[in-house]
């Protein structure tokens, strides 16, 4: 896939993240446990790639921060192994 739109999406997605790390430091989290409802790429998908939810959370466990996550469309198994596989050699900083 690739194409002005397809980047222009991804682009704009990262450009969420960045306020919402911010906001979130805002409120003294240091040492806490953020939870997070959903870490798919998108509502009513199992699919991991790409999902900006993953940078947030990879930003925030930098910052000492404890992530816990819990997503009704996640199903283990090896179908989200080979996510998972795929998002830590595209992304070796959310690994």
């Given at each position: ?20 790390y ?11 446990t ?16 790409e ?6 959370m ?9 992530i ?12 989200l192994?080979?996510q ?12």
């Open positions: 896939l690739g194409g002005p739109v397809v980047s222009g999406l991804f682009a704009a997605n990262r450009g969420q993240i960045q306020p919402a911010v906001q979130l430091l805002a409120f003294g989290l240091e040492g806490k953020v939870g997070f409802l959903g870490a798919t790429f998108r509502p009513g998908t199992d699919d991991l790639r999902g900006p939810t993953l940078d947030l990879a930003m925030l466990m930098q910052d000492g921060l404890q816990v996550a819990y997503d009704s469309n996640l199903n283990f198994g090896p179908h192994a080979g998972i596989s795929y998002v830590r050699h595209s992304a070796p900083h959310l690994a």
